[in-house]
């Protein structure tokens, strides 16, 4: 008994438990995402965050001791980002023939991104703070973090509501873009991009490699956007809504 | 392997020249806009190197868990403050998407008929 709790205090520090724990956790979410036939409420990045949450709180583990598993997975993001270069560069055909039409859709879709979160979340009461952690919600992650953290906000609260957004869009932005009758690849890559980031681009890359593409392309242009645009809009929106 | 190394000296330049010239992006997407320029300057993409994206981009929602499992970090906050998050996550993601797609699809289509 005694060598088992032994066995369980020094595997639980080690970060080979919480890595093995996280991959196993997403296996077993998009196992079920698979079978029940990619159904978008089975989400795997949220069952797997479910199921890590609960095992965590089960086992009394802190965030802390999990991410020192976790971080080698977690650093894959970078690479993965840089890794977009290539389906990029396979649709540069057809990203470089619309250069206007992206640019301004994506500018409108920055704009709205910000404004209609910060708008709604305020007339529901939310507080300032509440606000900038929300407002670049749909940039990826270390972006977004940076820019709430220039607004006022709480930057990890960000991070978790980026993550949130993005599962929201890879789970609903499909079937809303069927409902208002959009086919284009490339249109339904770019909107998923701009929304929610590397998750929408991941869930986009799924389906169609121009839409990946396109999705990719969004993601990063859409940080660029909301770095830019972000700061300036701010000092006015924060005037007329008075908070 | 030689592709994974290119990949993070791509990344590794990003970083560097957003830290040197205080850029507002992240290290990443522009190490992704570096690796995209050699792309263009090589004229195609060598076949080790599209195994290695591919590998990576496919596995690419996995990235996301470990971040996403900080919301256990902010259970009280987001208690608090439920009602106006999600309202707004839901309402604001779902019109950007719309958005962005109907205008795209309108505006990618007159440039097409020309």
């Given at each position: 008994m005694n060598s088992l709790q032994d066995t369980w205090v020094y595997l639980s520090a080690t970060p080979l438990f919480h890595l093995t724990m996280t991959l196993v956790a997403f296996q077993v979410a998009n196992f079920a995402f698979e079978k029940a036939?990619?159904?978008?409420?089975?989400?795997p990045v949220l069952g797997a965050v479910l199921l890590l949450v609960a095992m965590l709180l089960i086992t009394g583990t802190d965030y802390g001791t999990y991410f020192e598993g976790a971080q080698f997975v977690h650093f894959l993001l970078g690479p993965a980002t840089v890794a977009l270069a290539v389906p990029l560069y396979r649709q540069w055909y057809n990203v470089r023939r619309s250069a206007l039409a992206i640019a301004v859709s994506l500018i409108a879709g920055s704009l709205t991104a910000i404004l209609t979160a910060v708008a709604t979340a305020w007339f529901f009461g939310g507080s300032l703070p509440i606000l900038a952690s929300l407002?670049?919600?749909?940039?990826?992650a270390p972006v977004a973090m940076a820019i709430a953290e220039e607004l006022g906000g709480l930057p990890s609260l960000t991070a978790v509501l980026v993550i949130a957004t993005g599962i929201f869009g890879a789970m609903f932005g499909p079937g809303i873009l069927n409902l208002v009758g959009v086919k284009d690849w490339r249109a339904r890559g770019l909107a998923m991009g701009t929304a929610s980031h590397g998750i929408g681009t991941a869930r986009a890359l799924q389906v169609n490699e121009t839409a990946g593409a396109f999705s990719g392309l969004a993601m990063g242009l859409n940080a660029l956007a909301t770095a830019l645009l972000l700061p300036i809009i701010w000092g006015i929106l924060v005037g007329l809504l008075s908070v | 392997m030689a592709y994974l190394t290119l990949i993070l000296v791509c990344q590794l330049a990003g970083e560097l020249a957003v830290g040197a010239l205080?850029?507002?992006?992240p290290g990443p997407v522009v190490g992704m806009v570096l690796l995209f320029i050699l792309l263009i300057a090589i004229g195609s993409v060598p076949k080790g190197l599209d195994q290695t994206a591919t590998g990576l981009l496919n596995s690419m929602?996995?990235?996301?868990v470990p971040a996403g499992t900080g919301v256990m970090l902010h259970f009280k906050l987001l208690g608090e403050a439920l009602l106006p998050l999600s309202l707004a996550l839901i309402f604001s993601t779902l019109a950007t998407i719309v958005v962005t797609a109907r205008l795209m699809q309108w505006l990618g289509k007159e440039r097409a008929d020309e």
């Open positions: 036939g990619r159904n978008p409420l089975l989400n407002a670049p919600k749909s940039v990826t | 205080a850029m507002p992006v929602s996995l990235l996301f």
